[in-house]
């Protein structure tokens, strides 16, 4: 049994941002908690009816009407403009480093796995070299990772408890997603979006590895994929294949993440 | 509130009010009387049966599933009824348990607390407490409930066709809910989409009808500051209902369309939208959330004041925060959404707007609190639940800001963080008010008392065991448990705090178990209950001054109000209680109503 109110540790840059941010939350909201339930409960036995007890004839206070108005007000306008910093550093599209992207990945969801698209040695898409995983995510520690995120058939959720990350995956839309992995080891990925009969086993195991074994790591799945470092780019017909995209998201495939248009946000609607 | 004496301050439509000649006899049918009544108090207590009925059916759900989450795997004990296609040898499938998930939150939400707070509640106040015979359309009102039932039969008949009972979550995202490759439903999510459709129009007949009365046909001297808390309450919750629910329709067509016409509104192959489903849905469902909570605490208001025998504390303040609410219900539903894919800087708005709504949350509660502070606290079984009410939606609440907040909600979407809160709102908080409501205003309607011992072991079982299932959902919320998750010991990680799942499942037997105190407490008080007096809380209300039960056609004559319905402990009075009917020193009655009437045409 485990009664904590602590989060596990976050492996991800943003993680402890978050985290502190959700220590604030819970410093505030467990005050106002203790003092308001304790005060009920000091009434309930304070003021609980005896014989010859009479209520005192009161309609209100306006004075302190307005103050437990506006003490509210500010905290919960506090809370939500310190949330806005974070919030739009872990997801604002014009934020997540596309150029600077140590590592692109192409996530693809379905029912029920998770398939990853490797880039390849040369860390770039559509030059033949890449290939797939599926429910396997290796990423090097200190990197930044940036994964268009796309779904094949229905929505699911991208979600790395871990790293803090979690991104509905969703047909029809390519979301950019990206985080940066602090420490070594072996992490779970699930599904958090109910996706169907499968939905409680449609996990993955993400690895986070040295920067150099990840390279040995990348080098060696290459050679065994069959295709050659640098050959010749593949049409796009493969691409999409590889990519796992079906026929009408061949658009929202072959958008090149992270150009103008999910640079205004991953919202196509 | 002014206690002084004030004439009639209008005098509403009376011509379209038949009032009972006195010694009138009721001379309708069995039919016209209990099955096919326009009366509004019978039909009050048809909604109470219904819904009764269908919160019993979400909770045997609810059991079932907890069952799987608690012992995943094994054979849960009767599991073999079901039959081999959802549960093999009595282990219920995967398949069977999404069903489950998805009917519990149907059935408790669209059949058994919105129909318990608004057709329960509306119906039995809003014509009692505004001082009218009955609802300005009571044909209308007997429709209203006579659409409900088919639409409750569609949806339970659902679990009987092949493929089962609509499986993608009350939510019904598509593409899973449009597709029956998907989801392997396909029947059973278009009875889902008819039955919403059918029930939307069940709840626009009610909402008219409450409206209209109480604009239109409030008592003399029944200003609009002088309105019980729920009254104002259910009024604008009915302008929430009237909003909302053909939003909600249109989309359940659409999704219809989908399912069985070949559109594409929702499905991306053909240019369609997923998230255009979502924002459709949640403009509807959060609007919907103060829907069910509005109701529930105008309840606590009206048992708190009561049960503490003082004015509500700022009662200015209560209404303008029920408005407040009403109106910042319609511009926070992206906070459903924050991990959607919709644009981050919507967002942000968003968590602005859904941040301020916990204002006049707390402005209420610290009003509750005040009308508490210095009380002459009776804690007969309706304060006893309205109190835990307070206590609950405290907790319910605060656990909201951090969902509000867009950073924390990545991590805790989607996790039994979030069922912890729902239930702590829907539960703690919408049902237990509902209970006070129903241990209060049984006796004005069925002329009985409810039993109190059973009642006070009811509602403490029912407080402790609540706390034991749903507080340490927070708790696995936070260690990143998913929610709707058939089997969690899949995850080595959730897999170590499975004692904690068997916990709560084993305390959700017991709250279960301990409903069936309440069901028996309703079956035995009918049958050999105590005779209610008129007036057995020393209640205010207009429905206190009438014998219990509430007779056909309700008061004997238009009653004539005098001051507001939180009169209590008024010092220039021996009793705690002033009704708002009974004219004080120095108030006359006005003429009886016949003479009225005729200076009103002449």
């Excluded at chain 2, 069952?67 to 599991?79: K, N, R």
């Excluded at chain 2, 058994?112 to 119906?123: H, K, Q, S």
């Excluded at chain 2, 951090?402 to 919408?430: R, W």
């Excluded at chain 2, 969690?488 to 959700?508: D, G, H, K, R």
Aim: charged share 15%; net charge negative; proline share 7%.
């Amino acid at each position: 049994m485990d009664w904590s109110w602590f989060l596990p540790d976050p492996v991800s840059t943003f993680g402890g941002e978050i985290d502190t941010l959700y220590y604030w939350i819970l410093g505030i909201t467990g005050f106002i908690f203790v003092v308001t339930e304790a005060v009920l409960v000091w009434f309930v036995f304070r003021y609980r009816h005896k014989e010859g007890r009479r209520a005192h004839y009161s309609h209100g206070n306006k004075r302190l009407e307005i103050v437990w108005t506006v003490i509210p007000f500010l905290i919960v306008v506090g809370i939500s403009w310190a949330s806005t910093e974070v919030w739009m550093e872990v997801k604002a599209a014009d934020r997540v480093p596309a150029v600077e992207a140590d590592l692109p990945l192409r996530v693809a969801a379905k029912q029920f796995e998770w398939n990853v698209t490797y880039p390849g040695p040369d860390g770039e898409f559509d030059t033949g070299d890449e290939f797939v995983k599926r429910n396997q995510l290796h990423i090097p520690v200190g990197r930044t990772v940036r994964i268009d995120l796309t779904s094949e058939d229905v929505i699911h959720s991208f979600f790395l408890p871990d790293f803090r990350v979690k991104q509905d995956a969703v047909p029809g839309m390519v979301i950019p997603v990206w985080f940066q992995a602090t420490e070594t080891g072996e992490y779970p990925l699930a599904c958090a979006e109910l996706c169907g009969l499968g939905h409680y086993r449609m996990r993955a195991q993400v690895t986070v590895h040295e920067v150099e074994e990840f390279e040995r790591w990348l080098a060696t799945e290459t050679g065994a994929a069959g295709v050659e470092p640098g050959t010749a780019p593949a049409p796009a017909d493969t691409a999409r294949i590889e990519t796992g995209q079906g026929d009408g998201d061949g658009e929202a495939a072959s958008a090149p993440a992270g150009d103008e248009d999910s640079g205004k946000g991953g919202d196509r609607a | 509130m002014t206690t002084t004496a004030t004439t009639a301050e209008r005098v509403p439509n009376v011509s379209v009010q038949h009032w009972a000649e006195p010694g009138h006899e009721d001379d309708r049918s069995f039919w016209r009387k209990y099955v096919f009544s326009t009366d509004h108090k019978v039909i009050g207590s048809q909604f109470l049966f219904l819904s009764l009925f269908f919160l019993f059916v979400g909770g045997a759900l609810a059991m079932m599933m907890r069952w799987q989450l608690g012992f995943p795997g094994e054979p849960m004990p009767g599991g073999g009824v079901f039959g081999q296609a959802k549960a093999v040898q009595g282990i219920l499938l995967p398949e069977f348990y999404n069903s489950l998930v998805t009917m519990h939150g149907t059935f408790m939400i669209f059949f058994a607390i919105m129909p318990l707070l608004v057709g329960v509640f509306g119906n039995w106040l809003i014509p009692l407490h505004v001082g009218a015979a009955d609802m300005a359309f009571p044909r209308l009102n007997m429709a209203s409930f006579w659409t409900a039932v088919p639409a409750g039969v569609l949806m339970l008949a659902s679990f009987w066709v092949t493929g089962g009972a609509a499986g993608a979550g009350w939510t019904a995202y598509p593409p899973l809910s449009a597709v029956p490759e998907f989801s392997g439903v396909s029947m059973g999510q278009k009875l889902w989409c008819v039955s919403i459709a059918v029930l939307g129009f069940s709840s626009l007949m009610g909402a008219v009808n409450y409206i209209t009365t109480i604009v239109n046909m409030r008592a003399p001297g029944l200003g609009w500051m002088r309105l019980s808390l729920p009254v104002w309450a259910l009024f604008i919750t009915a302008i929430l209902i009237l909003l909302a629910i053909p939003v909600l329709t249109g989309a359940a067509i659409l999704l219809l369309f989908d399912q069985t016409i070949g559109t594409a509104f929702f499905l991306p192959e053909a240019g369609g939208q997923p998230l255009l489903w979502q924002h459709l849905f949640w403009y509807f469902g959060h609007p919907e959330v103060y829907i069910l909570i509005l109701p529930a605490m105008g309840i606590a208001s009206e048992v708190i004041a009561n049960g503490s025998r003082k004015p509500i504390f700022g009662y200015r303040f209560m209404v303008a925060a029920i408005v407040t609410i009403a109106f910042l219900g319609w511009i926070v539903w992206g906070h459903h959404m924050f991990q959607s894919g919709m644009n981050p800087l919507l967002g942000t708005s968003f968590m602005f707007s859904t941040m301020v709504i916990a204002v006049p949350s707390a402005i209420k509660t610290f009003n509750w609190l005040g009308t508490m502070w210095r009380g002459d606290l009776h804690f007969h079984v309706p304060m006893l639940n309205a109190v835990a009410f307070v206590a609950m939606f405290i907790i319910g609440g605060l656990s909201g800001i951090f969902m509000a907040s867009t950073p924390i909600d990545i991590y805790i979407h989607d996790t039994y963080f979030i069922v912890a809160h729902l239930h702590y709102v829907l539960f703690g908080g919408s049902l237990f008010a509902i209970f006070a409501g129903i241990y209060f205003w049984f006796p004005k309607f069925f002329g009985k008392m409810l039993n109190p011992t059973l009642g006070k072991i009811h509602f403490w079982t029912s407080f402790v065991f609540f706390n034991l299932v749903f507080f340490p959902m927070h708790n696995i919320g936070l260690k990143g448990h998913m929610r709707r998750i058939y089997d969690p010991t899949q995850y080595e990680w959730l897999a170590e705090i499975q004692p904690m799942n068997t916990f709560m499942s084993v305390s959700a037997f017991l709250l279960g178990t301990a409903q069936l105190l309440f069901l028996a407490n309703i079956v035995w008080s009918l049958w050999k209950g105590e005779d209610a007096p008129p007036n057995p809380w020393k209640a205010n209300t207009l429905e206190w001054s009438i014998p219990s039960p509430a007779p056909h056609g309700n008061f004997e004559e238009m009653p004539t109000v005098y001051r507001g319905p939180y009169e209590y402990s008024a010092p220039e009075r021996e009793e705690d209680h002033w009704p708002m009917g009974e004219p004080g020193p120095g108030e006359e009655r006005p003429p009886p109503e016949e003479q009225r009437r005729k200076e009103a045409a002449g």
